[in-house]
């Protein structure tokens, strides 16, 4: 008669924490989720929409400290010489349609940035 190896009980400790680590997992997808579902919705609004909204946010530059603001810009953006965009970039529109078709993965990267250049003007010039 073969015997079979007695497997050790899992311990309650163990359990929690299988149970805590699947829970934090639904949690992560459920944000991810409505993360690209809001980016999506974002991606289909026309741009005047933000370049509208641009002007709005703008306008109130005069309620805060411009001195702190100007020294936060200055500190992000440190590109002082001028500098030319590849034969390959893409304008704003191009980039739309390239990923409407499939050809970029949309990916957080994508829509954060997308999101920042939806304000602005998108002629290469």
């Not at 992560?28 to 509208?52: E, M, S």
């Not at 002007?55 to 200055?74: A, G, H, T, V």
């Not at 970039?89 to 993965?105: G, I, P, V």
């Amino acid at each position: 008669m073969k015997l079979l190896p007695i497997k050790a009980p899992i311990l309650h400790s163990e359990l929690r924490n299988r149970a805590m680590k699947t829970i934090n997992n639904l949690r992560y997808h459920k944000v991810k989720f409505f993360y690209y579902l809001k980016n999506t919705i974002l991606f289909l609004i026309p741009r005047k929409f933000y370049q509208i909204q641009l002007q709005s946010e703008l306008n109130k530059l005069d309620k805060y400290n411009r001195q702190y603001i100007l020294s936060r810009l200055n500190y992000y953006n440190k590109k002082i010489e001028n500098f030319t965009l590849s034969k390959n970039a893409l304008t704003h529109k191009q980039l739309k349609m390239e990923t409407l078709f499939k050809k970029f993965k949309h990916s957080a990267y994508f829509f954060d940035l997308y999101n920042i250049f939806s304000f602005f003007d998108s002629n290469k010039n």
